[in-house]
């Protein structure tokens, strides 16, 4: 490397022994005084950490475990140096690689009085190289490198440029050494190929130029990180009384960024839920939904109040709204004198057109009030179900809206919640309507997810475990969000929680009820409103799910292979040290079962992941800025990256991560897009609680709900090759059963 200007500085007319030197420079610098003390500039550490308003988004755990230092400050700072009798100080740094203007300053003072200059210093080499390397690649890439080479002599330079590559790096394809003539202040490029290997580290470029009878170098630290984002697991189980059972925390996650937590408690339900509960018990007598919704839960109220801690006033004895036997006994009343001449039940006093939903929903309240041994009117029940046995006689169907897989919202026709919820009310009391049944098990594209929950309990009702199992599906996820004020008074929450008590009363042991419970059990914690459906059904289940662990008296142990790490004595017990990659041995003792939910997260050093929709669902699509699929991608191409996210059981989860990781040929340009003029096509754009910036990915935080939001955000495509897409992954912070991770690939840059 040359200096074209030595950097000499003197500062005239100023008698002083001392001096203090503020100096940028590649070489030695002579200051020309008496005495000199002269400071460089020390090189600055930056920290880790997030922007201000960051630190609290866990963010540490979320960026690239490897950085490469690639870029060094040319800015230094010296101890105090004195000049000698000519009043001259030479003093030497170490210039990293470094091409164009430097500036040389210096202070001098003496008492009262000071003096200073400054002075610039070309940097340059006769030949000057510079690689077009993107700021990491992923395993597997294959990069086009260019580089360029400039002449900077005033006579023709005959030069071979060879590349060398080191660490996870390979050369591709293609010659090591080219050879070129470059003219007088002209510029060449020549083109490598680099492959990065399957694994992750560190990787180095070499580009070597030799020329005027020297040669030139360039290193380039370009490391290979991993291809997924912060990924996230969960599982649960149920350990009985008596038994012993484990929990497998093995992960094959990079060091340093896993973690696991392991939660053991007697039921899973959240304490604090007797929010809704409350809001039951204030609504006056009105409309038989709201009786019902009001009575209902109340049949297990003992055992839920214990379990959800519900601060709620009650009377047990004699005849008072605040006494549950009186109140289930009072909405048995109301619904008995409701019916109208043709078995249906009417919302209202003297109404003479009957509700569907409320009829069901009463024949459902009724016999579950006579299995508890509540006093039912059995004509009043029996004309109820013949009723229904007719409605569901033929098929009813109804426009309901679903989401697509590009994240918009269309209408489909589906079957009527009414019909479903019937036939499942029908088999609970004995008198199935089985053609209906069958004609809807031929049809499951007509079923919404809630009610092919239903229909897959009817069917277990009546001793069908066959169809129940090809029925039921592998975990719940609800179509777009909506909330209907009549019909069948769906809503994500009231369909959650009609799910959750299907399973209770078909299938018990069904393993999808505990994570079930405790979505559904925060959900209602959460909530800022219920309305009376959403209450009714979600204290019904909560209640059963409550009266099912209200006499357990289980304890545990915990314990590695090595040693024991903690003992469960009933209070609910959270673990996180000493479990990471762990096998754990739960032994326990007494009555009833022992629930224990477990989730683990850290970014895998492969790059693997399992594409799925846990409780929500992230989207990512690759636009143009006319807002069309970007197909073909070329260099120097402006790209529009379109992320949706959403609840998929429509519940509201908060603290969510959305990580979007950028292929290496892609660099941000603007993180702030949402409906500029030059993009008209660009609508209700979401705003994020909070976003951060990174070399590789961004990060958006929000609440998710069962509507859709949907950020942009623009890339600049900068390198030629074929570059690994990483998955955009979503992920409640501090609840691992929600996650969802999509779209990993590959992209062709030409």
């Not at 090189?43 to 988004?57: I, V």
């Not at 495509?717 to 690939?745: C, N, W």
Request: with cysteine; glycine share 8%.
């Amino acid at each position: 490397m040359s200096v074209v200007d030595e950097g000499i500085l003197q500062i005239k007319n100023f008698r002083t022994p001392n001096i203090h030197g503020y100096f940028y420079q590649k070489r030695a610098l002579e200051v020309n005084s008496h005495d000199l003390y002269a400071f460089l500039f020390p090189e600055l550490t930056f920290s880790t950490s997030s922007s201000t308003g960051g630190d609290g988004y866990d963010l540490e755990r979320r960026i690239n475990p490897l950085s490469n230092g690639r870029t060094e400050l040319v800015t230094f700072w010296s101890g105090i140096l004195t000049a000698n009798g000519s009043g001259e100080a030479t003093f030497e740094v170490d210039i990293p690689q470094f091409s164009g203007d430097l500036r040389v300053m210096a202070v001098a003072y003496k008492d009262k009085s000071f003096g200073s200059a400054s002075h610039s210093m070309k940097v340059a080499d006769p030949v000057v190289i510079s690689a077009g390397a993107p700021r990491f690649l992923s395993p597997n890439d294959v990069l086009q490198l260019p580089v360029n080479v400039s002449n900077t002599e005033k006579k023709a330079a005959n030069v071979t440029v060879s590349l060398q590559t080191s660490g996870t790096l390979t050369k591709g394809e293609g010659p090591a050494a080219q050879k070129l003539t470059i003219p007088a202040g002209k510029e060449a490029r020549v083109l490598f190929t680099v492959k990065a290997g399957s694994g992750i580290g560190a990787g180095k470029i070499t580009v070597k130029v030799g020329a005027f009878g020297e040669t030139f170098v360039q290193e380039t630290n370009l490391n290979v990180r991993p291809a997924s984002p912060l990924l996230k697991g969960s599982s649960s189980d149920v350990i009985a009384g008596g038994q012993t059972g484990t929990i497998d925390l093995n992960q094959r996650f990079i060091p340093g960024t896993a973690r696991a937590q392991v939660v053991l408690s007697r039921s899973p339900l959240v304490q604090g839920g007797g929010k809704a509960l409350s809001t039951l018990l204030g609504y006056p007598y009105g409309c038989l939904e709201q009786t019902i919704s009001k009575a209902f839960p109340q049949i297990y109220f003992a055992d839920l109040t214990k379990a959800m801690a519900a601060p709620v006033y009650l009377v047990r004895n004699g005849e008072s709204d605040f006494n549950p036997v009186t109140n289930v006994q009072q909405a048995i009343r109301q619904a008995e004198t409701r019916q109208l001449f043709n078995g249906g039940l009417a919302l209202w006093p003297g109404a003479t057109r009957e509700d569907w939903w409320t009829t069901a929903y009463a024949v459902h309240f009724l016999e579950e009030a006579r299995r508890a041994g509540f006093e039912v009117n059995g004509a009043t029940l029996s004309r109820a179900i013949e009723y229904l046995t007719t409605k569901t006689g033929s098929p009813a169907t109804e426009q309901v809206p679903q989401q697509t897989e590009d994240g918009s919202t269309v209408s489909t026709l589906k079957a009527q919640r009414e019909s479903l919820y019937s036939l499942y009310v029908l088999a609970l009391t004995g008198r199935p309507n089985r053609s209906s049944m069958n004609y809807y098990k031929q049809n499951p594209d007509l079923l919404t997810p809630d009610s092919r929950y239903l229909l897959a309990g009817a069917f277990q009702l009546v001793g069908d475990s066959r169809s129940f199992a090809a029925l039921l599906p592998k975990g719940y996820q609800a179509e777009a969000n909506y909330q209907e004020t009549g019909g069948s008074y769906a809503s994500p929450l009231r369909n959650v929680a009609l799910v959750l008590n299907t399973l209770l009363e078909t299938d018990p042991d069904n393993m999808q009820i505990p994570p079930l419970a405790r979505q559904l059990s925060q959900a209602v914690k959460s909530a800022s409103y219920l309305n009376t459906q959403e209450a009714g059904f979600a204290v019904l289940a909560l209640g059963k799910m409550a009266q099912r662990t209200s006499g357990s008296t289980v304890t545990a142990t915990v314990a590695t292979k090595s040693k024991q790490l903690a003992t469960f004595d009933g209070k609910e017990l959270s673990l996180a040290q000493g479990i990471l990659d762990q096998k754990l041995a739960v032994r326990t003792q007494g009555k009833g079962d022992l629930y224990w939910f477990a989730q683990t997260e850290g970014m895998s050093a492969t790059g693997v992941y399992t594409e799925e929709d846990q409780g929500l669902r992230v989207r990512r699509q690759y636009l143009t800025r006319s807002g069309s699929t970007a197909s073909n991608i070329k260099q120097n191409d402006l790209i529009v990256v379109k992320i949706s996210v959403a609840s998929t059981t429509g519940l509201p989860i908060e603290n969510v991560v959305i990580t979007d990781l950028l292929p290496a040929g892609f660099e941000i340009e603007n993180p702030r897009l949402t409906e500029p003029r030059d993009m008209p096509w660009i609508k209700n754009a979401a705003v994020p609680d909070y976003f951060d910036i990174r070399d590789d990915r961004i990060h958006f935080f929000t609440t998710a709900t069962g509507k859709e939001q949907t950020f942009y955000y623009q890339v600049r495509v900068i390198s030629k090759g074929t570059f690994t897409v990483g998955p955009v992954g979503a992920d409640a912070m501090y609840q691992g059963e929600y996650r969802s991770y999509a779209g990993g690939g590959k992209v062709v840059v030409e």
